[in-house]
């Protein structure tokens, strides 16, 4: 769960500093600030959104070290199902160009002081992973890495992180499914393995997750994380309730085919937004009252029966009335 549930977004101008390539179809794309200044600090797992000049804006995890404020660094990878984002980056965004972005915000927080950490990826999954195992290099703590990859072409960055391995005396395991003899991970057989003190993180594909989630059932709920990049259920859209804005004594009136966040945009009203699919926390909102209809990627099984907070951009409502902080 984000910090501060609605918050105003702080926008940043920076520069493209750079593009890298990393593995087939993925780039590095390195920001820094337009007016030479610092950076926000930030923690690993942390996501920036990017305003693209077509209108749209998108989440991508920052891979370069905590430590760092003079630049940012995300890896974005051209996919072809992609919803406009990445073939927007890929295809349009030149070095030396402006670029508007957020400040960090962080869904998928790293737990520094775990007796074993276990980082499972899927393709451009390594990117919040990647900087979180640097972190962990750092405080010499104990790791293992398990990335899944279609070919050894399509692993990103895959030179430092095998550095980082054999610096820090860490396992690394990378596979590669689309190669002759290659098959899927067998997550079960890994969680199964891993003490019941250790911390695992997985971010992928959607089956991915929902295969690591299945083997992890059973396991503390604190010590499983996951990062979706993509929602895995439709927003809801019933509508037929109305929504009250605690700070201003407005109602809004929800009606069937919008969420929430399409009625209040409609009634004028501003709210903050970016992925629209409940998985980068931007819209999380406090509920003062009523039992939302949770859709999003964030939440966790307690913080949604807690009822407490809620992404408006996917969630809706399984009673009349929503009285929200805003």
């Given amino acids: 769960m984000t910090e501060s549930a609605a918050s105003p977004i702080q926008k940043i101008e920076t520069r493209l500093h750079a593009i890298t390539w990393e593995a087939q179809g993925i780039h590095s794309f390195e920001l ?9 600090a930030f923690a690993a797992g942390s996501h ?29 990878n051209r996919d072809v199902a992609s919803r406009g984002g990445s073939r927007y980056v890929h295809d349009n965004v030149k070095v030396g160009d402006k670029l508007t972005i ?4 962080n869904n998928f927080p790293l737990a520094e002081d775990a007796p074993h950490s276990v980082f499972i990826a899927g393709g451009i999954g390594i ?8 972190r962990m290099a750092e405080l ?6 398990f990335y899944s990859a279609r070919t050894p072409l399509h692993a990103a960055y895959r030179g430092g992180i095998e550095a980082l391995g054999r610096s820090s005396g860490q396992q690394v395991v990378f596979n590669y499914d689309q190669v002759p003899g290659g098959k899927m991970l067998d997550l079960k057989s890994i969680v199964a393995g891993v003490a019941p003190t250790a911390h695992l993180y997985c971010c992928g594909p959607l089956p991915m997750l929902a295969a690591f989630e299945e083997a992890c059932q059973g396991r503390a709920e604190g010590t499983v994380h996951v990062e979706y990049f993509s929602a895995r259920e439709e927003a809801a859209t019933g509508g037929g309730f109305n929504v009250v ?16 966040l399409d009625a209040l945009l409609d009634a004028g009203e501003n709210a903050p937004y970016s992925c629209m699919e409940g998985v980068c926390g931007t ?20 913080e949604r029966k807690a009822g407490k907070t809620m992404m ?11 009285v929200l902080d805003l």
Avoid at 50 to 56: A, H, I, T
């Fill in 245 to 260: 804005m605690s700070r201003s004594g407005k109602t809004v009136f929800v009606p069937e085919g919008k969420t929430i």
């Fill in 102 to 105: 957020s400040a960090p915000r």
């Fill in 140 to 145: 010499r703590a104990s790791w293992q890495l």
């Fill in 32 to 40: 820094r600030r337009a007016d030479g200044g610092a950076l926000p």
């Fill in 48 to 76: 920036i959104d990017l305003y693209l000049g077509n209108g749209m804006v998108r989440s991508y995890s920052l891979v370069n070290p905590q430590g760092e404020t003079h630049r940012y660094v995300v890896g974005i």
């Fill in 283 to 302: 819209c999380e909102t406090k509920v003062i009252s009523g039992t939302p209809d949770h859709r999003d990627m964030i939440l966790t099984e307690s």
């Fill in 127 to 134: 990117t919040p992973m990647y900087c979180m195992m640097q």
């Fill in 312 to 322: 408006i951009c996917c969630s809706g409502s399984k009673s009349g009335e929503l």
